[in-house]
């Protein structure tokens, strides 16, 4: 069974450029998530979809950031404009019963 | 509000001691514990979760995990590591029913010494 997958692996931006990251989840997960992890804390959610639907966005910087999942699969997650704290690993993940399958995940430098 | 608390930041052991990784929650109502792994340059994995029934889980690779829900506590064990299981490792937590969403706590970076 392939695993979730993520692009870009790495990404280097200069403050206040915008930035896309891409997840396919595993097929037949109707729920998609994207977390935060900044180096030395545990992934935060940013947001869970069910299907192509938002189930929770509360920790999402709306401002800045905006997450896509239309056709109920893949899913987009952008940054307009970056800020240096932006920088931190992103995490997408699926399930189908109620945890998470994680990919490896995109490494953000913003400079 | 809801919140995962991880005792230790770093652990360092050597090989075939024993390991113990705390792990405590604040959730309101009937909770599902999950414990992740993620090796060095790898992604993250799940390594044991618990839903229901026996309190005492067993997980890959021989790791526990026990529930005690007058503790608000699932602390990760086992009873002697190897050089393999440095790792940072992740206590999450979530609400039963629903699309509730899964917290997790700061991790515990151990690293086993041969």
């Known amino acids: 069974e392939a695993g979730v997958a993520q692009s870009p692996r790495y990404k280097i931006i200069e403050k206040r450029q915008s930035v896309a990251f891409w997840c396919n989840p595993i097929s037949g997960h109707a729920t998609l998530y994207w977390y935060q992890q900044i180096l030395g804390q545990g992934p935060k959610l940013l947001i869970q979809?069910?299907?192509?639907?938002?189930?929770?966005d509360s920790q999402l910087p709306k401002d800045r950031f905006s997450a896509e999942r239309l056709k109920g699969v893949d899913s987009t997650l952008k940054i307009q404009p970056a800020k240096l704290e932006d920088s931190a690993v992103y995490l997408c993940?699926?399930?189908?019963?109620?945890?998470?399958?994680f990919g490896p995940g995109t490494r953000l430098l913003v400079l | 509000a809801q919140s995962v608390s991880q005792h230790n930041h770093h652990v360092i052991l050597s090989e075939a001691a024993s390991l113990e990784l705390g792990c405590n929650y604040s959730?309101?109502?009937?909770?599902?514990l999950f414990w992740y792994v993620q090796y060095p340059g790898q992604h993250l994995q799940l390594l044991l979760k618990?839903?229901?029934?026996?309190?005492l889980v067993k997980g890959i690779k021989g790791f526990e995990a026990e529930f005690i829900k007058s503790k608000f506590s699932f602390n990760l064990r086992k009873p002697s590591v190897q050089w393999s299981d440095t790792a940072e490792y992740f206590c999450a937590v979530t609400l039963s029913g629903g699309y509730n969403k899964l917290i997790f706590g700061a991790g515990t970076r151990l690293a086993v010494h041969p």
């Open positions: 993940a699926s399930s189908f019963d109620g945890y998470p399958y």
């Open positions: 959730y309101g109502g009937t909770v599902n």
């Open positions: 618990y839903f229901s029934g026996d309190p």
């Open positions: 979809f069910q299907n192509n639907g938002v189930v929770d």
